[in-house]
C-alpha cells in the first residue's frame, strides 16, 4: 500500500499528464459532502465521485473533501466536472509541492502542508499536502489521508456554533487555513519542549548522542521552515486578492492569519538561533571535558615523572655511589620527593588547575 | 493563581473564541479611569466594568487603564460597549500576541510589550503584553498585572506638567508608548552592564560556568529583539496613517519614537555582535590554557623521559657493564645528564616555550 | 577534439567577433529540423545549413536544433538569415555565458544550462550549455553536443500526444524550458540520495576522506546554484513580457515552471544548509574521537605511573632501606598498589570516563 | 568636571522634558559668531546668548557655533529666539541621539558624529555630537566641547580662500559635512594602519594578547559602523530634499559627500571581514603551534618509552636471566636499542614529522 | 619617483582643492589623441596640454588619452578649456575614489578601475583607476601611468576592423567599458588557477604556509570586490540614462557589459564561498594530522606503560620476592607481557585505531 513515487518517474511525460507522486497512504478514496446554509445542514459520505456533482448548481455553500489523492481518475472527473485546469490537477496529485496560490478568476487553488510532530527513534515532522479549491459557492479540499486538523471546524459546522454557518465559502476556507496554522503552534510548542529539555542535559552530560538529536532538529526546522515560509506569502496574497470569490469581509480574518503565519515564522527563526547556539554549547562542553582530562595526565605525569627519574638514579648499579652507603640516604631521599611534590602542588593551585 | 494556559489549549476551538492564554498574573481585574481636558482632571477606581461605559460619550480624553486581562468577561464586556472587533478581543486575550498594528478606522488596535530586566538565579527579560485601543477622545490600555512604565505620564496628568492636558487621545497614546521604548533603554543598560562585567572576567579567568552566562544573554537578546522588532514597523505605520483618530501634530511625536525604536534595534543588533565575539573570545581563551597546560606536560615529559632512560641503563644487571666499574662513572652520567637537561631547556627557551 | 578555448582567448579581440569559447564536444554540428502544425509533422536532418532557412517562411511551426556550436560559420549563417544580433551570436558561442534572457522584439533569446550528475572518482554536475531564439513560429535551440533532455518532448510531438502540435512556437518553447527544469530535480534527487547515505557514514565512522565528499558535494552545489539561480529571473520576466511572440495563453504554464524554479532552488538552498550542518557533524565527530583517544592516554598513564613510581622507591639500591628486609614487604607493596588501582578505577567512574 | 548622566536619568521625565544626558566635558558654554557674505566677515565670541539673536534678521550668512551642550538654559534660550521645535533641542541635549535628519520646513535639523581615534591602552573611537540646526540665512552648530575638525573651513571663511563666501549658508553646512566624512578616513586610515601592523605580527608570533587587540578592534568597528551607517540615509534626503533652504547647486556637492560617506562605509565593511580573516588566523596559528607541541612530546614518548621498557627487563631481579651473563649482553642490548632509535626516526621522517 | 599621497594629506584644505592623491607613478604626463571618422584616421602625441584643444570644436570623434595624472596643472588646463565641474578634476585626482558615475548633462563622468593579478612573493591585485569623460563626440580618458587594456580596441580603430570607426564616442566608451570588464575575466582566471592549485596541495599537504596563502586570497578578493560590485550599478545606469551623449543603438551593447559585470560578481562570489571552504577543509586536515599523532603516542603509551610496571616490580629489591627464585619466572613474565601486548594490539585494531 505505501508504494511510492518519486519526482523522477515523471521525467519523461510531455507537461499535463496526470501523474501522482508520492506515498500511497491508505487504499480507496474518501468523498465527504457538507453543504449549509444558516440552518440548513448535511454532511454524507459519497460512494462515488458524481454524487458531489449536483451540489455545484446549489446555492447553498459546499465542501467536498476528498481523503486520498492517488486515484487520478477520480481527480480527473472532479477536475472535469468543476472544469479545472490541467495544471491544477497535476498541482493536487504532486505531493512534493511547494505551497502556492493560483487565481484562476473563477476560482482561487492553494496547495498547502499540515505537519504533524513524530517523535519514535528520530524526531521527524511528517508533512501532508492539502489543496483547496475556492469557488463562489463550494470548496473542495484534497488531502493525502483521512485524519486531518479541521475537526473544530466540523465541530462548528455540525452544530452552528459561531456564525459559520451563516457566512460563504471563503470564511469557511479561513476556518480551515486559520486551523492550520494554529497547527503549527501545536508542532512548535513540542519542538519548543524538547530544546528545552536538551538544554539541560547539554549542561549536565554533554553526550555525543545530543549531537545526533541537535542535527535531527535542526533538519526538521529547516524542513518546517520551508513548509511554512511560502504561506506569509500566499495568505498575504490572498488578503490584497481582487476576486469575487472572497468577499472584503473576510479579509480581516484572513490578516489575522496572515499575522499568526508571521509569529510561526519568526519563532522557527529563533528555533534556529537557539539550536546553532546550543551546538556551540556542545563543542564548547565537549572542550572543557577534554581540558579536564588533559589537565588530570599533566597533573599526574608532571609530579611523578619527575620523582620516577629519582628513584631510576639511585636504582643505578655503579660501584661507588657515595649517596646509597649513607645511613639515611634513603630518608633523605623520600623526604626531597616529597618537598617536590608539595612545591608542584602549590604550582597547581597557584595556575588554578584544581 | 499563576496557572498558565498554553496556545495548545486554545487549538480545537472555532476562530472568535475568546481564551485567555498565558499565566494568571493577579487575582481580579483592576480597572482605572482617568478622564482630562485642559484643567479639568479626574481619576477613579471602577468597581464594575460599566463605570466606564459613560466616559464614551464625553467630549473629554479618557483613559481608561484594565490591569489583569483573564477574566473574559470584564474584557467582553468592554468589547460589546465600544463596539470592538471580535478579533481584537482575541489578541488581547493572547498573551503571546506578536506586536501589531491595526486600523479600524473609529480606533487603532495595538499590541505591545513592556520589557523587564530580572537578575535572579539567571538572566531574564520578562515580558508583559500591553493592548491599546486608541478612539477619537478615549484610551483603552489593557495590561497583564498591575505595575506598568507608565507612572511619569500618570504624573504628567495629575500635575498637569507639559502641555499634555491640553492634547488629546493621541498625544497620550504617544506618551505611552514613549515610556515604553524609554524604558527598554533602561533594559538595554543592564544589558550592557552585565556584558561589560562579563568582557572582563573573561579575559580575567575563562571559567566555564561564563559560558551558560553567555548563552543566556544571547537568548535573552533574541528574545527581546523579537518583542521590539516589530515596533519598527507599527510606530512607522501609525507615523503614517491617514485616521482621524491620530493627528497631524502628534505626527512629529511619532516619528521620535520611531527614531528611539530605531536606536532600540541598532542597540540590540550591536550587542549581538558584543555576545558572539565575546563566544568567541571565550573558545580561545579556553584554548589557550589547553595549550599552556599541554607545553607545561610537554616540557616535563620531554626533559625526564630520556633522562630517565638513561638512569634505565644503568640500572640493568649484566653482569659485564664496564662504566659501572669506573671509579667516577657515576658522576659522569650524572653530568651527562645534567648537560642534557642544559640543552632541553635552551631548546625550549628558543622555541618560546617559556 | 576535446580542445578547450577559455574565455582569455578572447581578450584583444573588438567587441563583436565571434569566437568558440569552450571544449569542442563532438566532431561535425549536426542539424535537425522538426516542422508541424495540428496533423502535420515533418522530421529531418539537414545536410546544411540552407536546408532550414526555407521554414522560416512558412506558417507552420519549426524547430530547428543545432547540436555542436564550435563551427562558427554555422552559426554565422543562421544569423545572417534569421537577422540575429551579432551580440547574441557571441553569446551563443560562449559556453560560459550565464543564463540570460534579451528581447529583440521580433524574437526572444534565452541563454540555458542543461545539467547532468556526475559520480565517477569525484561527484561533479555538468553542465550544457541551451541558447533559444524564439520567433513567431519558429524555436532555434543551439546545443553544445547530441544528447539531451528534450526526448520527451520529441515523443509528445512526433505522436500527437497532447495539445502540443495544436500550439505555437512559445509552448514549445515553454515544453523545452520544463523539461530542462524537471531534469534539474532528477540532479537534485541524486545528491538528496547522496547526502543521506552520507549523513549515515557520518555517524557510524567519520571517515577523512568523507571531508572531502562533503566539500565536493558543496562545491558543486554552488556550481548547480549559480546555474539555476539566473532562471528565477528569466522565467519571471518571460512570464511578464509584453511580446508578440509569447502568448497570454501560454503564460500560466509558464507561471508553473516558475513555481519549479523556485522549489528546485529552495531545494538547493536547503542542500546547502544541510552540508554545513555535515560539516559540523564530521567536525564533532573527530573530536569526540580524539576525546577517547586521550582518555584512554589518560586513563592508562594515571594508573600506572604512580605505580611504577613505587616499584622504582623499592628498585634503588640504597643499602639501609628497613621496608626491604620485612617478610611480606613486597605483598604489602603489591596490596598498597591494587588498593590505588581500585581507587584511581573508582574516580574514573565518578567522573564518567568510562 | 565630568559628571555623567545615563538615559536612565531621563526615565520618569514627561516627553520634552530638557534633560542633558553625556558627559560634560567643559566648563562653560562658549558661543562663537562668524558672520560673512563676499567681502565683509566678522568673528567674535558672545559672553551671552543674547548677543546672537540680532544676526537672525541679517541678510549675511551667520554661523553660530555653541561648545558646550550641557548648560540646559543656554540651549532653551537659542530654541526659543530661533523658535525651535521642543523635540529638536532635546536631541541636540541627548548625547547619545542617533544620527537623524529632520525637516522643519523653515529650518533643517541634523545630528551627526564628529570621531576621533585614540589609542592608549586600549584601542577606542571617541564620539563626539555635532547638532545642526540650518535656516535660510544662518546656521547655528552644537557641540560636546571645544575643538573639532572644522578648522580648514575655518580658515576658508577668514581668509576668503574658495567661492565658499560666495556662497550662502547651505555651502556651509556641506563644507562641514564634507570636513566630518573627511575626518572619518583619518580615523580609517589609523585603523588600517593598525590592522596591517596586527597582521604582520600574528603570522610571527600568535600572542594571546593580540586576541585581545583583535576584540578591540573589532568593537571599536562595530561601533564606528553605527555612528557612519545613518550618514548614508542622511545625506542621501538631503541630497533629494524640497526645502528653500538648500539650494540646487548646492546639491552637487552633497552628491560628493554622499559619495565618500559610501566609500567610509564600505571600508568599515572590509574592515570587519579582514578582522574576522584575522581571528581565524589567530585560531589556527594556535592550532599550529599546539601541533608542534605534541609533536614534540610524541617524538619523545615514542622513542624512549620503548626503549626505557627495555632497559626495565634487564633491570629484573630474577635469579635465572641467562642474557645477563652473557659477555656482550650489554652491548647487544645497547645496539638492539640503537636500531629501534634509527628506526623510529626513519618513521617520523616518512610520516613529515620533522 | 614613487611618492605617495594619502588621502590624510588632503584633510584640512577646503572642499574643491585639487590635490593628487596616490602614488605617483610615471616621470611626465603622457597625452595621446586619436581622431576618427569613417575613412578618415589620425593619432598622434600632443607634446603640451594646449594641442587637443581644437579637437573639441571639429565633428570626427576625438579620443584624449592622459597618462600620468600627479600633475594637476595639466588636469586643471583640460578642466578649465572642457567646462568640467571642478568636484569632477578631484574625483579624477584622487585614485582612493571609489568607482562612479555623474550625468552633468553636456557630458558624462566615470570613474573605474583596471585591476592586474600580480605574483611575487604575495598575490597581489593591483588597480589602476581610469576616469572617462564622455561628451557628444570626444571622451577623455585619465590613467595613472602608460600601459592598460585598451589595445585591442587601438588596433580596432587603427585597422577600422568592425563598426567602430562608424559609431559615436559612446560606442568608443562602450569598447573601453568592455576591454575593463573583459580583462576582470583574465585576473579571475588567474584566482581560479590559483585555487585549484591551492585545493589540490590542501588535500595532499596540509602546510601551515597554505594558511597564509588562503587569507591572501580572501584578502584580494575582498579588494577585486569593492572595485567591481559599484560597476554594477554604474553601467545598470548608463544603460538607463536618458542623455544626448548616449544614443538609443548603443545601449544594447552596454546591457551586454551588463551581464558580464553581473558574471564577474558571481564569480568572486563563488571564490569567496570556495576560499572559506577551502579554510574549513585546512582546519580539519590539521586537527585529523593531530588526530594521528596523538593515536601513535597513546598506543605506544598504552602498551609500553603497563609493561614498564611490569618490569618494575621485579626490579624491586625485596629480600623476599618468591616469583624471583623461580627457573622459569623470567620467561613467565616475558610470555605474560606478550600477551598482554597482542591483547592490546587486538583492542587497538577493534577500536579501529589502525
Known sequence: MASEKKISDKVGFPPGSLIHIGKRKMEEPKITIIDYQDEQFQEKIAGKVEE?????????????????????????????????????LEDILNTTQRPKLEDFEDYIFTVLKMLYYKEEKDIRIEAEQVSFVLGANFLISFQEREGDVFNSVREGLREGKGSIRKKGADYLAYSLLDAIVDNYFLVLEKIGEKIEFMEEKLVKNPDPKLLRTIHELKREIIFMRRSVWPLREIIGALEKI???????????????????????????ETFRDIISGMLDIYLSSINNKMNEIM????????????????????????????????????????????????????????????
Chains 1, 2, 3, 4, 5 share one sequence.
Open 295 to 354: 589537565k588530570v595526565l599533566t597533573i599526574i605525569g608532571t609530579i611523578f615523572i619527575p620523582l620516577t627519574f629519582i628513584t631510576g638514579i639511585y636504582g643505578m648499579n655503579f660501584v661507588y655511589m657515595p649517596e646509597l652507603g649513607w645511613k639515611f640516604g634513603y630518608f633523605a631521599v623520600l623526604l626531597v620527593m616529597l618537598i617536590i611534590l608539595i612545591g608542584m602542588i602549590f604550582y597547581f593551585k597557584k595556575k588554578k588547575w584544581f
Open 52 to 88: 458531489c456533482f449536483p451540489f455545484r448548481e446549489t446555492p447553498t455553500v459546499t465542501w467536498i473533501n476528498i481523503d486520498g489523492i492517488h486515484d487520478v481518475k477520480v481527480i480527473e472527473k472532479i477536475g472535469k466536472h468543476f472544469n479545472l485546469h490541467p495544471l491544477l
Open 242 to 268: 481582487d476576486s469575487p470569490v472572497v468577499k472584503e469581509s473576510t479579509k480581516i480574518y484572513l490578516r489575522d492569519v496572515y499575522d499568526h503565519t508571521i509569529q510561526v515564522i519568526e519563532t522557527i
